[in-house]
Each structure stands twice: as C-alpha cells, then as structure tokens.
C-alpha cells in the first residue's frame, strides 16, 4: 500500500504514469533477487478445446510457501493458458540452436533481398525480423495473451516484485491432439 502511495506521490497524482513507476520496482526487484536459487515451485496444467490441447508448465520459486499462495497459482495458470493459446517453440532466445538462427537469418536476407534493399540495410532488417521471430517463438518474449501491453517476462517479473522471490519457468510441454511427437 505504501509503495503505491509513494508512485503515485512521485507521478504527482497521474495513475498511468505510478502504475508504470510500480511496475519499474518491479523489475528492479526481479533483478536483484535473479542470482537466488529456486528449487521450489508447482507443475501447473491446463486443458483448453474440449480436451484437444493440454499444457503441463513447471514453475519454480524459492519457498514453498510461496508456491502454495494463490497468486503463485494464478500466475502457473495464466502461463500454462498461454502455452495453449499460442504453442510457443523455445522458452527463451537462449534455447534457440545455433542452427535455427542460422536457417531464420538465410530466409530472412533472401526475402529482404528480394525486395532489392540495398546490402548496407540487409542486416539491419535481419535483425528486426530475428526480434520479431523471438517475439513469436520465445515463450518469455511473446506478448500476454490476456494483455498484450506485457510480456510473460515482464508478467513473471511483475508476479517477483509482489511474491518477493525469484520466480522462472523452467520447462513446459503442450500435447495437442493428432500432433506427431
């Protein structure tokens, strides 16, 4: 209560501008609690489509006692429905192979030379597409499905500001129906 009292305070009665002050200490929180260890945590699921698609999601943080809070749970919850909605290939650009990126960067400078850009800007194109190809296969880039104004990242960095504890996914599996293993 105190922390929103001094955002608001400090964005001089401007709501929007404290609620983007709170969700700043947020991320400083995360960022300081980053070298903990988390070895405790809660395999979530959800089962969307009339049972066509399922989602198994491991979450983990520092205590138990967190995991069992219900805000943990929601946060479990919303990931795993994520996972559903939109069949993330990669948890993060560092689970990306060196081979991926290498195939996304060759059809990527193909396209842009196709359109007769110049080679100076090439690569530069190359990059912000590699940044779009993140933000659609990386689990902890992709954009909330229920507010695409955070990512799962800043959602899970959010959840460590107001938990007080590391928090990270660390793996997922999502089955879907006819799909070959």
């Known amino acids: 209560m105190m ?57 983990s943080c520092e205590t138990d006692f967190v995991a069992r ?17 939109t069949d993330p290939r990669f948890l993060s650009r560092a689970e990306v192979t ?9 059809i990527y400078r ?12 090439v690569e530069k194109i190359v990059e912000g597409k590699l940044s779009k190809f993140y933000e659609e296969n990386c689990l902890l880039d992709q954009r909330f499905v229920k507010d695409d104004k955070v990512t799962i990242s800043e959602l899970i960095a959010s959840a460590v500001g107001k938990l007080g504890e590391k928090i990270g996914v660390r793996r997922y599996v999502r089955f879907k129906v006819g799909d070959q293993a």
Do not use: N, W
């Not at 060196?98 to 060759?106: I, S």
């Not at 193909?110 to 800007?121: F, I, L, T």
């Open 110 to 121: 193909e396209q842009v030379r196709a359109m007769g850009k110049p080679e100076a800007v």
């Open 3 to 59: 922390d929103c009292k001094k955002a608001l305070a400090e964005a001089k009665g401007d709501m929007a501008e404290a609620e983007v002050i709170l969700r700043k200490q947020g991320m400083a929180a995360a960022a300081k609690r980053a070298s903990r260890t988390a070895s405790e945590g809660l395999v979530g699921s959800y089962i969307h489509a009339g049972g066509k698609i399922g989602v198994l999601v491991e979450v």
């Open 98 to 106: 060196p081979e991926v990126l290498e195939k996304e960067k060759e």
């Open 69 to 85: 809070t219900d805000a943990f749970h929601q946060l479990v919850h919303d990931v795993a429905m994520h996972i559903a909605a």
